[in-house]
């Protein structure tokens, strides 16, 4: 098979170490904040100032830079700027007219999913194939550029600490798996990191 010219060595040796951690990988998805919120056909306008400082308190709170409009689990528009949304003239060009389709559609209050996207997640998905091809160099890299985009996200870190371990770096994979089990010590994501620590914590007490 083509795999087996060029480098057969190196992959064969990647692949497997990456397959023990394929469920961390898989699993360790990142998360978005999703606001469900009700459209008053009676104070549409209203209704679009009130989402807007909803989506900006969210906002603060992470560095997102799209926001994804959702009606029972179908995108609605394109991904928007997060700018163009918190903006008054963004939110009158891309709201009003959906929501008024919406409202006359159903003849009634309308309920959208309104999600806040971070560029990181390309990177992350990205890397997480990287990963799992056995491509460490690549997968380290779009880690570190999630890492720098989401500084907050658990499961970049979890998988930034995957790739590390894997490769070696046992010091900055502890710092990444601290990082991923510290943001959110309840979360799925701390709960695989605390499990590779461990095993990090016998690799390096063996380690010649």
Do not use: C
Not at 191 to 201: G, M, N, V
Request: proline share 6%; glycine share 6%.
């Amino acid at each position: 098979m083509a795999t087996k010219k060029g480098g057969a060595p190196k992959r064969s040796k990647s692949t497997t170490k990456p397959a023990k951690t394929k469920k961390a990988v898989v699993e360790a998805e990142p998360s978005s904040p999703t606001l469900p919120f009700e459209i008053d056909p009676r104070k549409i306008e209203a209704s679009l100032n009130k989402l807007k400082e909803q989506v900006v308190t969210l906002a603060k709170k992470g560095r997102y830079t799209k926001v994804r409009f959702k009606f029972r689990g179908k995108q609605l528009l394109p991904d928007i700027p997060l700018a163009a949304v918190v903006a008054v003239e963004g939110a009158t060009f891309y709201w009003a007219g959906l929501l008024r389709v919406l409202v006359f559609t159903l003849a009634g209050r309308a309920v959208i999913d309104v999600e806040l996207v971070n560029d990181s997640e390309k990177k992350l998905v990205l890397g997480k194939e990287a990963l799992l091809s056995g491509d460490l160099d690549e997968a380290l890299a779009l880690f570190r550029e999630a890492a720098d985009m989401d500084t907050e996200s658990p499961a970049v870190h979890l998988n930034l600490g995957i790739a590390l371990k894997l490769k070696g770096e046992h010091p900055m994979a502890r710092t990444a798996l601290e990082r991923a089990r510290d943001l959110d010590p309840r979360a799925p994501t701390a709960h695989e990191a605390e499990r590779l620590l461990k095993t990090l914590s016998t690799a390096m007490v063996v380690a010649p």
